[in-house]
T-cell receptor, first 117, second 114 residues
Framework: AQSVAQPEDQVNVAEGNPLTVKCTYS??????LFWYVQYPNRGLQFLLK??????LVKGSYGFEAEFNKSQTSFHLKKPSALVSDSALYFC???????????????FGTGTRLQVTL | GAVVSQHPSRVICKSGTSVKIECRSL??????MFWYRQFPKQSLMLMAT?????????EQGVEKDKFLINHASLTLSTLTVTSAHPEDSSFYIC??????????FGSGTRLTVV
């Protein structure tokens, strides 16, 4: 079974400072990893994904994530946080069952990012 | 980019009635759609996976007779909550797969059963 862990319920950072939201995963084969952001009463917005290739993935709104196979991690980062980045962030891994068809995502529990002035 | 339209965004219904939620892929064909339920301050719980033209696959513990899913076309999937009760109140989100490892989410439906 696939699983994702987001060890922090909340991350607090001052505007302008770098931010990191942690994610570790467990899969039996190669992981397909995703980050999504959710604003209140809204669906999920795609930030970035890792399928293969460079370990550093750049995504939307200045976010990036680093895939680390040895540590089974896929931490989300941003060099300079904005107050508008305050939201709920989800890490997800694609289920490897049913390869070749659309497979379901397994989500972490989410991390609330709070950016203050 | 790919857009998934989910409607309604908010609905209030009386206990015992049924509610239908629609999920449409506007600019792509979605062979597979997923329905999630999200409780306050919690993660997304996958309820079922629907494939166009076939029966939905429900996750363990999800009542298929209560949460009816229909995926009659490549652009439309519907979730009907039958005989809704207050405990069914939640935030429901659909997602459509684009097949290239892309997943696009609807904006969600806040269901309140009174």
């Amino acid at each position: 079974a696939q699983s994702v862990a987001q060890p922090e319920d909340q991350v607090n950072v001052a505007e302008g400072n770098p931010l990191t939201v942690k994610c570790t995963y467990s899969v039996s084969g190669n992981p397909y990893l995703f980050w999504y952001v959710q604003y209140p009463n809204r669906g999920l917005q795609f930030l970035l994904k890792y399928i293969t290739g460079d370990n550093l993935v750049k995504g939307s709104y200045g976010f990036e994530a680093e895939f680390n196979k040895s540590q089974t991690s896929f931490h989300l980062k941003k060099p300079s946080a904005l107050v508008s980045d305050s939201a709920l962030y989800f890490c997800a891994v694609r289920d490897m069952e049913g390869a070749g068809t659309a497979s379901k995502l397994t989500f972490g529990t989410g991390t609330r990012l709070q950016v203050t002035l | 980019g790919a857009v998934v339209s989910q409607h309604p965004s908010r609905v209030i219904c009386k206990s015992g009635t049924s509610v239908k939620i629609e999920c449409r892929s506007l600019d792509f064909q979605a062979t597979t759609m997923f329905w999630y339920r999200q409780f306050p301050k919690q993660s997304l719980m996958l309820m079922a996976t629907s494939n166009e033209g076939s029966k939905a696959t429900y996750e363990q513990g999800v009542e298929k007779d209560k949460f009816l899913i229909n995926h009659a076309s490549l652009t439309l999937s519907t979730l009907t909550v039958t005989s809704a009760h207050p405990e069914d109140s939640s935030f429901y989100i659909c997602s459509a797969s684009q097949g290239d490892y892309g997943y696009t989410f609807g904006s969600g439906t806040r269901l309140t059963v009174v």
